[in-house]
């Protein structure tokens, strides 16, 4: 019981420092990428100095970060006369912990048994072993949903209690659409989900790590290309990122829906659509690239098409897997930034067109075409 | 100590949630203010939502949340977020008259449930012996002898909705004189 206990902590406490970690990268990686892309040599200004020397450390100005958050923390938190102050304070954490929550159930590697790892701990953990996920349970995709669902109210409620209407609409366009895309989201997995036969998410990763024709890997995105990038889009919208960030369009409404908030409030709302990033990342990686595993890999070892096999032993195998699930994710979130530095902004009525007149009858489409093929398949 | 803790973790956990629930459904009763009674009823769906899945019912939690928080309740939170905040009515005074005499009351209840049924209290059924309601049990259930229910719902909400837009129609009509 207390060793179930401590692996939870510890897996929570990974979890917690990937996603911050992530948060934190990333806002980086869109600055330095966005000068990549346009040519020129982007964040280099922050530097820590060496106490009693001139040697200032810049590192391709991987400091700014630190100076971003500094600022947001020391800033003047500026409250505005609101008709409900309570919801306007509460707003950032609905919004914010959710989007932590959904990493709960997603895998981030494969199983872990302490006493293979090193000897001494067999002691205290004996030789059981836990899958690398913080809750493993049977309706992961669901819960993924569910919590998802809850940061559209944080959206709502911030626009709403601002009490400004450059707040309110971006509220209502921030809720309209999230609801439009959430459904879209929805439909594009349901293909996956006939394929696979399950929402556990751990089992999907499982049943990737075979091979198809005898040499692609099982990914989801080999089964459902269509799909994958329908999900990444519609996930890009559910997020708000340009090309889809009407709710916090800067030349028609300032900030959107979080306006009037200030300091570390903001500070919020910037981390939460950072840490989401990272989570749909998470979430593709997982449904369409064969998540933790490397091609042709399982917890055993390799199994090249060949007919040949590469056992590993524990440790390597934990360590490949938890690499292999942060490089994905990280390319996954590199190519999110890409799109964002790319695309130019929708008009309003275009994103909500697009999601109902395009996105939802083709998603529909793929789902029958699925449904057909599995039952000839099967039959 | 900490063992006999963690042994009823689940359990202290259990009451907890459904604790929370108990309040924040009070909560919805008692508030006047439109929005903050959409929240409480929020966080008493999500607390539900955690008593379910203590109970071992995942799924039935992630609907419980999925359908009246995801949908249900974005729905109602859009509205009230279009109504103007400056109306009267809900101003006025912040809490039904019958504020005290009902904290009262539902002190007793609260209290009368707890005496009656403290020995009966139910465990957290994680860990429990016997089959956990899985999904694949829940699904063969569901489309074998709760499929008529859940069509005849679908009707009944497909009317209720067509009987909303009537009686719009109906007011508009009215209000053109």
């Known amino acids: 019981m207390i060793a179930d206990l401590v692996i939870a902590l510890v897996f929570i406490g990974y979890a917690i420092s990937v996603l911050m970690g992530f948060g934190t990268i990333l806002t980086w990686v869109e600055r330095k990428q966005a000068a990549v892309m346009s040519d020129r040599i982007g964040a280099n ?26 600022k947001m923390l020391l800033k ?7 008709y409900d102050w309570y919801a306007y304070a509460v707003a950032p954490w609905v919004v914010f912990t959710p989007v932590l929550l959904v990493f709960a159930v997603i895998p981030f590697g494969g199983t872990l048994t302490p006493a293979k790892l090193w000897a ?4 205290f953990f004996g030789e059981r072993s836990w899958p690398m996920q913080i809750a ?28 400004n209407k450059f707040s309110l609409l971006g509220a209502l366009r921030a809720g309209s659409q999230m609801i439009s895309y959430e459904l879209v989201l929805a439909l594009t997995i349901l293909g996956l989900i006939l394929i696979y036969g399950t929402v556990d998410l751990d089992v999907m990763v499982r049943r990737q790590s075979g091979t198809v024709l005898g040499f692609l890997p099982a990914w989801g995105i080999v089964y459902q290309p269509f799909a994958a990038s329908l999900f990444l889009a519609a996930a890009i919208a559910e997020n708000k990122r340009i090309p889809f960030d009407l709710p916090e369009a800067e030349s028609e409404l300032i900030a959107g829906y979080f306006t009037e908030y200030s300091a570390m409030k903001m500070g919020l709302f910037m981390f939460a659509e950072f840490i989401e990033i990272a989570i749909i990342g998470a979430l593709f990686t997982t449904l369409f690239l064969g998540g933790y595993n490397l091609p042709y890999m399982s917890d055993a070892g390799f199994a090249l098409p060949g007919g040949a096999a590469v056992a590993l032993p524990h440790g390597a195998v934990v360590v490949t ?15 999110q930034i890409l799109i964002r530095w790319t695309l130019p902004r929708f008009r309003y009525d275009q994103v909500l067109t697009f999601a109902w007149k395009f996105m939802f009858p083709l998603a529909l489409a793929n789902l029958v075409v699925t449904a057909v093929v599995v039952w000839a398949v099967r039959a | 100590m900490i063992r006999d803790l963690l042994a009823n973790l689940d359990t202290l956990l259990l009451w907890g949630f459904a604790g929370c629930a108990f309040v924040s459904a009070a909560l919805m ?17 999500v607390f539900l939502g955690g008593v379910y899945g203590l109970l071992g019912v995942h799924f039935i939690a992630a609907f419980q949340v999925l359908i009246y928080v995801g949908a249900v309740m974005v729905f109602m939170v859009y509205a009230i977020m279009l109504l103007d905040p400056r109306d009267e009515s809900a101003g006025t005074s912040k809490y039904s008259k019958l504020y005290w005499p009902g904290l009262v009351g539902l ?9 009656g049924y403290w020995n009966d209290l ?15 049990r829940f699904s063969e259930a569901f489309l074998s002898e709760y499929w008529l229910h859940f069509e005849l719902t679908s009707v009944l909400l497909v009317a209720a909705v067509v009987a909303a837009m009537a009686v719009i129609r109906e007011n508009r009509r009215h209000e053109r004189g």
Do not use: N
């Open chain 2, 29 to 45: 009763l008692v508030l006047r203010q439109p929005m903050r009674v959409a929240m409480a009823l929020v966080s008493c769906m």
């Open chain 2, 122 to 136: 139910p465990h957290a059924l994680r860990g429990a012996a016997g089959e956990p309601f899985d999904i694949l």
């Open chain 1, 45 to 70: 200004r922050a530097y820590i100095r060496l106490p009693f020397t001139q040697v200032k450390l810049v590192w391709w100005g991987l400091f700014h970060g630190m100076a971003d958050g500094l």
């Open chain 1, 321 to 335: 897997q938890l690499a292999t699930f942060l490089l994905k994710v990280f390319l996954v979130c590199s190519f």
């Open chain 2, 107 to 115: 002190t007793a209840l609260a209290e009368a449930l707890a005496v």
């Open chain 1, 76 to 82: 003047e938190d500026f409250k505005p006369r609101t």
């Open chain 1, 120 to 123: 001494p701990l067999a002691g």
């Open chain 1, 136 to 163: 493993t349970l049977d309706a992961g995709l669901l819960i993924v949903f569910a919590f998802s669902g809850l940061t559209i109210i944080g959206a709502m409620l911030a626009g709403w209690s601002s009490s």
